[in-house]
């Protein structure tokens, strides 16, 4: 069992997202920590990239300010190095292909591997080409974790059934965001993939109050929250600690 699939042996996962240098990686690094003491079971940390054809406007300008203040995929290992020293929570990338493509697929797994990384989401690598990457990342023991959209249909059991870490099922058609109500038939999708998984289920995009992730934790294994965390961020900047954590307990504290 992976480090990431033993995060929800504790009960229901909060996992929490946010962009690595949004508004630097020591902000980042401070944020890691109050977050894991607040309640959050993983981590899911945003490298940050020009084109994130998933993401709405609030993670799209957290790339932005990212990237103005000089991060890179370098800076970003040496800050997990770091968390490493005080913390084994599990650690997700999530990321694009083309920065991963760029650094080398066998080199950055082998620096994931190296620095204590132990998953990857790449939203915009189809189901039908992951063998390219899974090459390496299984190669590195880096949990590769699909997603599964409400429009995924009859692929729904073949994601689900080679799935690794988590099964990231998306909540809404659309890209990541904030949304008062989550409308998609989310028990037929978890029903679906429950049928063939051999990992948790865990549900991300729109969720940002506590009576959403108390209804969606009674039928999912865990509950993904990045819009809500970044705008936060947004708001506070380097001061964000204190209020982000208060907002994972709050979020936590629901789902138990």
Same mark, same amino acid.
């Given at each position: ?16 997202? &946010? ?5 630097? &990686? ?14 959050? #079971? $993983?981590?899911? &940390?945003? $490298?940050?990239?020009? #084109?994130? $054809? ?8 957290? #790339? ?18 770091? +968390? ?6 599990? &650690? ?11 650094? %080398?697929?066998?080199? /950055? /797994? ?7 990384? #132990? %998953? +990857? $989401? +790449?939203?915009?690598?189809?189901? *039908? ?18 997603? =599964? ?11 689900? @059934?080679?799935? *690794? ?19 998609? @038939? ?20 729109? +969720? ?28 506070? %900047? ?5 209020? =982000? %954590? ?11």
């Amino acid at each position: 069992m992976s480090k990431i699939q033993h995060a929800f042996k504790k009960g229901k996962a909060f996992i929490a997202f &946010l962009t690595a240098g949004d508004p630097d &990686l020591q902000t980042t690094e401070e944020l890691v920590f109050e977050m894991v003491k607040s309640g959050a #079971d $993983i981590i899911e &940390l945003g $490298i940050p990239f020009s #084109d994130p $054809i998933a993401e709405g406007p609030v993670i799209q300008e957290a #790339d932005v300010r990212a990237l103005a203040s000089g991060t890179t995929p370098e800076k970003i290992f040496a800050m997990v190095e770091r +968390i490493r020293e005080k913390s084994q929570v599990p &650690l997700v990338f999530l990321t694009y292909i083309n920065p991963v493509l760029k650094y %080398g697929y066998d080199a /950055f /797994f082998a620096k994931c591997n190296e620095v204590g990384i #132990d %998953g +990857i $989401i +790449i939203p915009d690598l189809p189901y *039908e080409e992951k063998e390219e990457v899974h090459e390496f990342s299984s190669k590195y023991d880096i949990d590769l974790v699909p997603l =599964v959209a409400p429009t995924s249909e009859d692929r729904i059991k073949k994601i689900a @059934d080679s799935a *690794e870490g988590y099964l990231y099922i998306v909540s809404s058609l659309g890209v990541t965001g904030i949304r008062s109500e989550i409308k998609t @038939d989310l028990d037929s999708i978890i029903s679906i993939a429950k049928e063939t998984a051999k990992v948790p289920l865990a549900v991300g995009f729109g +969720i940002n109050t506590p009576e959403q992730a108390a209804k969606i934790s009674k039928i999912a294994d865990g509950v993904i929250v990045g819009s809500a965390i970044v705008k936060i961020i947004a708001q506070h %900047g380097k001061d964000s600690a204190k209020p =982000v %954590g208060e907002y994972v307990k709050k979020m936590k504290e629901a789902m138990t």
